[in-house]
């Protein structure tokens, strides 16, 4: 199988480059960027540089390449309308989004028939709309994995607030109090960015994916007070807490949070019992394991 990953230099992409390479496939990466954070690590792979809403560099890429699969792991709706545009030249195209488009659920825990919700990530939303209207159009034998919030080495930890600041572990160090909405009662669902590279290179080998969503998240949630616990206990420490309203938050960190900490609030508990029975996929790592890692990745990016 001939595999193309677009975005192959970055966290996820190079995941998703190493997984199918390691399945066996004959796999390409194409980036804007050759020099980028995690080009090093899919070196051995072919690499193909430019971007991928110049129509004319892509149409190259596909008439030449003959690829079965056409991986995005960033996609974009000007990408989508040149990957259906040539889908003559490729069999099917699987992305990566995001279970926030269902945000806020309005059950627990949220499957693939849930509908798009209010708050749904606009990026996110906006690409599953225009790969699922090329794919009912029958231009683009097209499907979408829906991962959890993504954590393992390579970027740093989801924080108390919302975001991904680069003091959230040096905070839990150093032994300072940790903010968080209403106690940290809203649930969170972490998956591990290599389990997530693994599920794309198995609905590469499953073509009745085309058409479907599929969640990829961990086997189970946890409290965000109980994901900021787990952070500390991995580093051997305690994390003590300031419970504040929301308002309260955004006064003391800014308004910049305000997007991200919208989102934690919400309970995120989701349902991969399709990827599971379709792809068979199953997360490799627990929650507390992917929590561990990060954090360990944290504190070296810390102490450099």
Same mark, same amino acid.
């Not at 994390?239 to 910049?256: D, K, T, W």
């Given at each position: 199988?001939?595999?193309?990953?677009?975005?192959?230099?970055?966290?996820?992409?190079?995941?998703?480059?190493?997984?199918?390479?390691?399945?066996?496939?004959?796999?390409?990466?194409?980036?804007?960027?050759?020099?980028?954070?995690? !080009?090093?690590?899919?070196?051995?792979? +072919?690499?193909?540089?430019?971007?991928?809403?110049? /129509?004319?560099?892509?149409?190259?890429?596909?008439?030449?390449?003959?690829? %079965?699969?056409?991986?995005?792991?960033?996609?974009?709706?000007?990408?989508?309308?040149?990957?259906?545009?040539?889908?003559?030249?490729?069999?099917?195209?699987?992305?990566?989004?995001?279970?926030?488009?269902?945000?806020?659920?309005?059950?627990?825990?949220?499957?693939?028939?849930?509908?798009?919700?209010?708050?749904?990530?606009?990026? #996110?939303?906006?690409?599953?709309?225009?790969?699922?209207?090329?794919?009912?159009?029958?231009?683009?034998?097209?499907?979408?994995?829906?991962?959890?919030?993504?954590?393992?080495?390579?970027?740093? +930890?989801?924080?108390?607030?919302?975001?991904?600041?680069? %003091?959230?572990? +040096?905070?839990?160090?150093?032994?300072?109090?940790?903010?968080?909405?209403?106690?940290?009662? !809203?649930?969170?669902?972490?998956?591990?960015?290599?389990?997530?590279? /693994?599920?794309?290179?198995?609905?590469? !080998?499953?073509?009745?994916?085309?058409?479907?969503?599929?969640?990829?998240?961990?086997?189970?949630?946890?409290?965000?007070?109980?994901?900021?616990?787990?952070?500390?206990?991995?580093?051997?420490?305690?994390?003590?807490?300031?419970?504040?309203?929301?308002?309260?938050?955004?006064?003391?960190?800014?308004?910049?949070?305000?997007?991200?900490?919208?989102?934690?609030?919400?309970?995120?508990?989701?349902?991969?019992?399709?990827?599971?029975?379709?792809?068979?996929?199953? +997360?490799?790592?627990?929650?507390?394991?992917?929590?561990?890692?990060?954090?360990?990745?944290? #504190?070296?990016?810390?102490?450099?």
């Amino acid at each position: 199988m001939k595999v193309l990953v677009i975005g192959g230099t970055g966290w996820v992409g190079h995941h998703m480059a190493l997984a199918c390479s390691r399945a066996g496939y004959d796999t390409t990466v194409m980036c804007r960027n050759p020099h980028a954070n995690f !080009a090093g690590e899919v070196a051995f792979l +072919p690499m193909i540089s430019g971007s991928k809403t110049d /129509r004319d560099f892509m149409h190259d890429v596909l008439a030449a390449g003959n690829y %079965d699969v056409v991986m995005d792991s960033i996609p974009h709706p000007d990408a989508i309308a040149l990957l259906a545009e040539f889908h003559e030249f490729y069999d099917r195209y699987i992305q990566c989004g995001s279970v926030g488009v269902y945000a806020p659920p309005q059950y627990f825990p949220a499957d693939e028939a849930h509908p798009y919700g209010p708050k749904a990530f606009k990026g #996110k939303l906006e690409a599953d709309l225009a790969m699922f209207a090329a794919n009912e159009a029958g231009i683009l034998r097209g499907s979408v994995l829906r991962p959890c919030c993504i954590a393992g080495a390579g970027k740093l +930890p989801l924080d108390n607030i919302g975001g991904r600041r680069e %003091d959230f572990i +040096p905070d839990i160090l150093d032994g300072r109090p940790l903010d968080i909405l209403d106690n940290g009662n !809203a649930l969170l669902q972490i998956v591990h960015v290599r389990d997530l590279g /693994r599920a794309f290179a198995l609905a590469a !080998a499953v073509p009745a994916s085309v058409g479907k969503a599929y969640n990829i998240c961990g086997k189970y949630s946890v409290t965000v007070r109980r994901y900021c616990e787990l952070n500390a206990q991995a580093l051997g420490k305690e994390a003590e807490f300031v419970s504040c309203s929301f308002e309260e938050l955004i006064a003391r960190h800014g308004e910049s949070i305000r997007g991200g900490l919208s989102f934690l609030a919400e309970h995120m508990c989701f349902d991969s019992s399709r990827a599971a029975a379709e792809l068979n996929w199953i +997360p490799e790592y627990s929650p507390e394991a992917a929590i561990a890692e990060t954090a360990y990745f944290a #504190k070296k990016e810390a102490s450099r």
